[in-house]
């Protein structure tokens, strides 16, 4: 059983450039959100979805954007790269109710 | 707003000892809560949850946490810490629907 699937593992990017991070999940959850993760700052919420066609911003959404056009996949589009944006991005998602978020491993985002 | 307060950013513990991992919400209602547990270039992990029914909840790997409405507070104990609890943990609030906050996170290190 996959769980949640995040492509790639690791990237570096040129600041300026674009690029989306993959998020899939099997679990059939309604849920799904992306995360940063910087050290001492704990996960800070990007976006999030609470099912396909809706899509809502976080914390810290600038830089970033997201479609959900099915319920498993949740990309997460950095349109124009930047040193700040260097970091460790979490897809998560979860049922309706009061379940737990189910991670995925992580991709470690490196912006030169 | 709801959020997570993780009281110390970094714990030593001798191999044997208690664990005692602190963190405080705030919530004008009963949250969901959670306590997740990372380790290196991994993924986060749950340990256990809130979610309304006993006070005293029982996680994975000999963990548990008590909820505690009047002191707003949702702390992470084990009997008897072993080399292997060495991580990061993380205390988390589910509140409206798929947002979850996240703490600054507590990185537990295990002395032999």
Known sequence: ?112 | AQSVTQLGSHVSVSEGALVLLRCNYSSSVPPYLFWYVQYPNQGLQLLLKYTSAATLVKGINGFEAEFKKSETSFHLTKPSAHMSDAAEYFCAVRRSGNQFYFGTGTSLTVIP
């Not at chain 1, 690791?10 to 059939?28: P, Y």
């Not at chain 1, 944006?85 to 985002?109: D, I, K």
């Open chain 1, 1 to 112: 059983n996959a769980g949640v699937t995040q492509t790639p593992k690791f990237q570096v990017l040129k600041t300026g450039q674009s690029m989306t991070l993959q998020c899939a999940q099997d679990m059939n959850h309604e849920y799904m959100s992306w995360y940063r993760q910087d050290p001492g700052m704990g996960l800070r919420l990007i976006h999030y979805s609470v099912g396909a066609g809706i899509t809502d911003q976080g914390e810290v959404p600038n830089g970033y954007n997201v479609s959900r056009s099915t319920t498993e996949d949740f990309p997460l589009r950095l349109l124009s790269a930047a040193p700040s944006q260097t970091s460790v991005y979490f897809c998560a998602s979860s049922p309706r109710g009061a379940g737990e978020a189910f991670f995925g491993q992580g991709t470690r985002l490196t912006v030169v």
